[in-house]
């Protein structure tokens, strides 16, 4: 199997069998954001503790890169601080992802980091 | 009878793009044969120059080219007179000049009718005259995915002075009974707008027989380039209608505060027209008419018979698709989901338990990147189409739209690839 192929089926594993996937009872923050082109859609629930992402989930519904890529951003931050999560590039999703996506649907494979770094934007705002 | 491969072989993308590649998304847009490309780069490089306004050698030979593409390409949609075809930059810039001109007559309470079918271009150009008190009426389409003649009846009130239609959808494939329409709308004193951007390019169309006011259509969806499109109206009413934009080539006299308009198509065409883009076009149906858009249409039906007879024998688990079956009402579209994601928005919940359970089903973009895997070209999305889409309780579709290049082994590749397709993700 090629690079480009592994990928795929780490990708596929992932959507079909997604980590972290429900709701947080009483989060620190949910959020739920759209892509109302497609339909794509995540719901985050955060535990935050002390500046630290104690626990994340996601439930949500769309195409095996927007899905499968929620997946494995949960992975990679839990237990991360507030701080490494905001610093998380869009380059760095993608590169994870390792597919030649292409752009318009890099934007589904953006969704969930764009809903996670949003979420700690709306949690960091309520405690002002 | 038209033989594909030969047809591909005046198209060098094809060259390029090597053998096997389906390219199934001509809906969208369509390749160039080498005529049209020829047209465009004899203009640039013999031609070129600004129409109208040179009294040389060189402008004179430029505007002449420019009329008489205008009057090809008014006689190939049945118009006797080329001032009644106005040069646009596509079908979209078409019914927007229609809807705005037409709009200034309107008044708070007059309605509009269109069709639930409609792309968003003969939508949303009279949504922007909502906020003047214009009401925008929706026929419904029946369960097969034809027009639906009681809704539009029904809908068709003494208030409604604009039916604007389209003739074929580019999602279901449906071809609209124009001439019953248009019939019906002008009984009703209503103006009659065809959106043709997929009819035009696909089947014999000629706007006396079926007696519309306006025909809408882009010049990319029909072998010709990007960035020119026609409005073809009929005279006494674009005579009568106020310009669209303002500028060079549309006034005959400027004043201080006022000017005088120039007369039908100019008056309509503000500033530098795409002289270039009108000689391909006309090139274009050149190349449409040595075929003989008769054929175009059987060989189009031909492909959708081979489509319905694979559809059935492939037996592809929770395959569904869209638009009317009879081969007399349907263009060479087809639009297919596997299985049905419904729409959703932020209002409606995502539930935790049916939310990632869209059970076997596939998403549309997997669908079409799959396919992409498989060297065929398919569009996956709601096609400019939202309301229809919705209409049909999912949140998108994919696509696959045919042309005289295309081949029956085209279509076996495609019915290959979905079942693919659903074998790949159905594992989940
Ligand atoms: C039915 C229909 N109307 C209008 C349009 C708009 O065409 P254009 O984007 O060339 O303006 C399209 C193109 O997709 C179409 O399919």
Redo the contacts between chains.
């Keep these: 199997m090629s690079d480009e192929e592994i990928n795929m089926e780490i990708l596929l594993d992932h959507y079909r069998s997604p980590r972290n996937y429900g709701k947080i009872e009483k989060p620190s923050v949910e959020l739920v954001e759209y892509n109302p082109v497609c339909g794509d859609a995540v719901q985050f629930t955060l535990k935050i503790e002390n500046g630290i992402l104690t626990d994340v989930k996601f439930i949500g519904r769309g195409c095996s890169v927007s899905q499968g890529a929620a997946s494995m951003l949960t992975e990679r931050v839990k237990g991360k601080s507030t701080e490494e999560v905001m610093n998380i590039g869009p380059q760095e999703i993608l590169s994870n992802i390792g597919l030649n996506l292409g752009p318009s649907r890099e934007k589904c494979a953006l969704l969930s980091l764009n809903a996670l770094q949003k979420s700690v934007r709306k949690y960091r705002d309520g405690e002002k | 009878m038209l033989t594909s491969d030969e047809v591909k072989q005046d198209f060098p993308i094809f060259e390029t793009l090597g053998d096997g590649y389906a390219y199934l998304d001509n809906a969208a847009t369509t390749q160039k044969p080498r005529s049209v490309l020829d047209a465009i780069h004899n203009f640039y490089t013999s031609q070129n120059s600004n129409v109208y306004r040179g009294i040389y050698r060189l402008s004179e030979d430029a505007t002449d080219s420019y009329h008489k593409a205008r009057r090809n390409i008014a006689e190939f949609i049945g118009s006797g007179n080329p001032d009644s075809l106005i040069f646009t930059r596509n079908a979209t810039e078409s019914l927007n000049l229609v809807a705005s001109s037409l709009g200034k007559g309107l008044r708070p309470g007059d309605e509009v009718l269109i069709s639930i079918m409609e792309h968003h271009s003969n939508i949303v150009p009279w949504q922007l005259w909502l906020p003047a008190g214009v009401k925008l009426k929706y026929a419904d389409i029946d369960s097969e995915g034809h027009l639906d003649m009681e809704s539009f009846q029904e809908n068709l009130t003494g208030r409604t002075k604009i039916v604007s239609l389209v003739h074929e959808s580019n999602l279901l494939g449906t071809i609209n009974n124009a001439m019953e329409i248009g019939r019906i709308a002008h009984d009703n004193g209503a103006v009659f707008i065809l959106d043709g951007a997929q009819s035009v390019p696909h089947m014999p169309v000629d706007v006396e027989r079926l007696g519309c006011d306006f025909l809408a259509f882009s010049g990319h969806k029909m072998l010709g380039p990007m960035g020119i499109g026609c409005l073809y109206g009929r005279m006494d009413i674009l005579e009568k209608m106020p310009p669209f934009l303002g500028g060079g080539e549309m006034i005959r006299e400027v004043y201080r505060d006022h000017s005088v308009w120039n007369d039908v198509p100019q008056k309509f065409e503000a500033g530098t027209p795409n002289v270039a883009g009108a000689i391909g076009l006309s090139a274009a149906v050149d190349y449409l008419r040595s075929y003989g858009m008769e054929n175009v249409r059987s060989h189009e039906k031909r492909l959708m018979k081979k489509t319905f007879d694979l559809e059935q024998e492939a037996g592809i688990p929770e395959l569904i698709s869209y638009g009317p079956r009879e081969l007399e009402n349907r263009g060479g579209i087809y639009s297919f989901n596997i299985g049905k994601?419904a729409?959703?928005?932020?209002e409606s919940q995502?539930?935790?338990e049916s939310?990632?359970k869209?059970g076997s089903a596939v998403?549309?973009?997997?669908v079409a990147?799959s396919l992409d895997g498989d060297k065929i070209a398919v569009r996956s999305?709601?096609h400019c189409a939202m309301p229809l889409t919705h209409r049909l309780g999912v949140?998108?579709t994919s696509r696959a739209s045919y042309y005289i290049y295309n081949s029956e082994s085209d279509v076996e590749n495609l019915f290959q690839a979905i079942a693919n397709v659903a074998v790949?993700?159905h594992?989940?």
């Design positions: 994601i729409p959703m928005d932020l995502i539930l935790e939310s990632l869209i998403h549309p973009h997997d990147s999305g709601h949140v998108a790949k993700y594992e989940r």
